[in-house]
């Protein structure tokens, strides 16, 4: 199965959790597991992305973050050079919905944070390897700003989004560690 209908049939498989109960019960698992962990702990400035439909919920751990003096760095896609910029929000009014219902940062009342301040980044995706690969959305833009980021990467997942293999192509980036409702998966780049 290539990476489009990899994502396709997620997506479906990802609406069968949309009853609010099951959404949120394993949403706030995930989000105490990632606390739990010294990752989180150790970061001052982490980079995540604004939630959107069956995505795991980032906006409690967002407000988790900045109740804990924590630095919140969102990215804004620059399409015309194909690039993805982190700027750092301190609400979530400083946001405005741009394409594919997408949340990004307001330029005029945000800062940017240089790739060299993160300590942690949060990586989107729709399905995951227990290896670290993952299909994203389909614009690359995450593999293309990871290629020299060196901190730790971290996806957050549901374990339904898990499989056993995806398609890895030469450009793309794995993570370091999947975050599910189940478990923390350290991943074995092979």
Known sequence: MNKADMRRKMKQ???SLSTAGTYNAKSMLITKRLLDTTW??????????ISRGQE???KR???????QGKTIAVPKCISEQNEMIFRKITSF???EVVYFNLQEPIELQTELIKKSEI???LVPGVVFSSNGYRIGYGGGYYDRFL??????????AFHEQIVQ???VESHDIPVDAIITDEEIIHCAHK
């Open 61 to 67: 751990l967002i407000e988790t973050a900045w109740s």
């Open 147 to 156: 290629v020299d980021y060196e901190q730790m990467k971290v996806s957050l």
């Open 13 to 15: 498989t990802l609406l």
């Open 56 to 58: 795991v919920d980032t």
């Open 93 to 95: 009014s400083q946001l």
């Open 40 to 49: 989180w702990k150790d970061a001052d400035v982490i980079a995540i992305t």
């Open 165 to 167: 293999r995806v398609p």
């Open 119 to 121: 300590d942690l980044i």
